[in-house]
């Protein structure tokens, strides 16, 4: 394991490319299991979460080769329909190859993925799904066993929780609609680009999905699906994780390739409400961002797409750190998801955290200390903090940001920021 050890104070400048999404491409990954033909992903980050996710469709008896980016994967006739403990638990992502599996195979043997440090993270929404899909659904030893022995017939599903819609649910659904008998209509459908993402990439296989990208999806169930190739869209939270260090940490302000203006409406709308800078080119492929002369404080209240992304929350919180004034965040998706606070404090921030609320007083500065990444949005927010504080940070249990930005510390050194990664030897791993 290792830790990153960034000193603090250094400005950035340059260019950056952002890299796939890696919330698309896991779906996307899991989907190539709906036909027998090969499937070509392009733009596929080189994060754990993709790895853990290549692991478990090869496990399954999938043939997947990986090069520079492109995954090329291969599911014959005859993969299992069990997924096996160990892989699943690494990454709670792998529930969305409920929907691929039971399409393909009409039934599946998938352990319930367990707590999370970000919050609950049920999935009844799931299970409604399957069910109301034909499926018959128990839990045994752990695990989910689904079985629809009469395969899956299409029907209309409301799947709106008490948190709003739910993404991952809604992939699952579509990806179980597309093979199914006759038409699905899902109702309070999430509406991310990663699920516009995903019907596009299913479309290409042959499915007939309507409505992707908004609240009605229309899916009319088809004979079979082909192989296609698809190139994954670039990844918004982890441009909106670069767009708040070249605000935070750069004084000439830095360029960001390889982004989608659209994806980025409600992160660049809140930047800009606070007074910084940000001007994408015509295409809206590349942006400019560079911190505002009078920088104010500002008020998130993260919702489903398109308003602003719970993934954007705690980044935000570290710049918000050091803007004047008071600031208020609140996490209406995962209102628990405040880990990074505290260790925010540890380097001088002025945080109160209440019932699903940040309120951060801003502070003139921040200083380096050791601290302990919790999950992988609360240590990018960590690794922000560290490159705009004064001193040398250690940020602990590197693993978490490894599972969603691929080749951060690269990344950051092309911009000119001093960090390292060094093995972590005295770090027990903890649970993902
Ligand atoms: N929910 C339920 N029941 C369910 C499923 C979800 O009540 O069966 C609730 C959740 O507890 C939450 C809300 O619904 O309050 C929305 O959760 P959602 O299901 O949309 O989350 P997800 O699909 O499991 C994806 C992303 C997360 C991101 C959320 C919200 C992937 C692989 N993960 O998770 O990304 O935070 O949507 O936008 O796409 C991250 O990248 O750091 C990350 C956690």
Avoid at 89 to 103: E, F, T, Y
């Amino acid at each position: 394991m290792d830790k990153l050890i960034v000193e603090g104070g250094y400005k950035l400048q340059g260019t950056v490319n952002i890299s796939g999404s890696k919330n698309a491409s896991l779906p996307i990954l899991a989907a190539a299991l709906l036909t027998d033909e090969p499937v070509r992903i392009s733009r596929v980050p080189d994060v754990s979460d993709t790895n853990y996710m290549i692991q478990i469709l090869s496990q399954l008896g999938a043939s997947v080769e990986r090069s520079s980016g492109t995954v090329r994967i291969e599911s014959p006739d005859g993969i299992s329909s069990s997924a096996s403990y160990d892989q699943v638990r690494k990454m709670r992502a792998s529930i969305c190859l409920l929907g691929p599996m039971m399409a393909r195979m009409h039934r599946c043997t998938l352990p319930l993925p367990g707590g999370c440090v970000i919050g609950d993270r049920p999935v009844d929404l799931h299970v409604r799904a399957i069910q109301a899909l034909g499926a018959r659904v128990r839990v045994k030893g752990g695990n989910l066993v689904i079985e629809a022995p009469n395969g899956l017939v299409g029907t209309t599903v409301d799947m709106r929780g008490d948190n709003g819609p739910t993404v991952l649910g809604t992939d699952n659904l579509m990806m179980a609609a597309v093979l199914a008998r006759g038409t699905t209509v899902i109702e309070s459908a999430a509406r991310e680009p990663e699920v516009v993402d995903l019907a596009n990439f299913l479309n290409k296989m042959g499915a007939r999905i309507e409505g992707a990208g908004s609240r009605t999806i229309t899916i009319h169930g088809v004979e079979r699906l082909h192989g296609c190739e698809h190139t994954v869209i670039p990844d918004r939270i982890e441009a909106g994780t670069f767009m708040v260090a070249g605000i935070m940490c750069s004084d000439t302000g830095i360029t960001l390739n390889r982004v989608c203006e659209e994806h980025l409406g409600a992160i660049s709308a809140l930047l800009r409400e606070c007074g910084h800078t940000v001007n994408f080119n015509e295409a809206g492929d590349s942006v400019f961002v560079k911190a505002g002369e009078k920088p104010t404080s500002g008020k998130i209240l993260t919702a489903p797409y398109p308003a602003y992304p719970t993934d954007m929350q705690a980044q935000m919180t570290a710049l918000f750190s050091v803007t004047p004034g008071i600031s208020v965040v609140k996490d209406t998706i995962f209102p628990q998801r405040f880990m990074h606070c505290s260790e925010l404090k540890r380097m001088g921030a002025n945080i109160k955290v209440d019932s699903g609320t940040a309120i951060i007083t801003g502070v003139e500065g921040l200083s380096a200390a050791p601290v302990m990444a919790s999950d992988l949005r609360a240590s990018a927010a960590l690794v922000l903090a560290a490159l705009a504080a004064e001193g040398t940070t250690e940020i602990h249990r590197l693993y978490h940001i490894d599972r969603g930005y691929e080749m951060l510390d690269d990344k950051l050194m092309s911009l000119g920021a001093h960090v390292q990664r060094v093995p972590d030897p005295d770090e027990g791993k903890a649970e993902l």
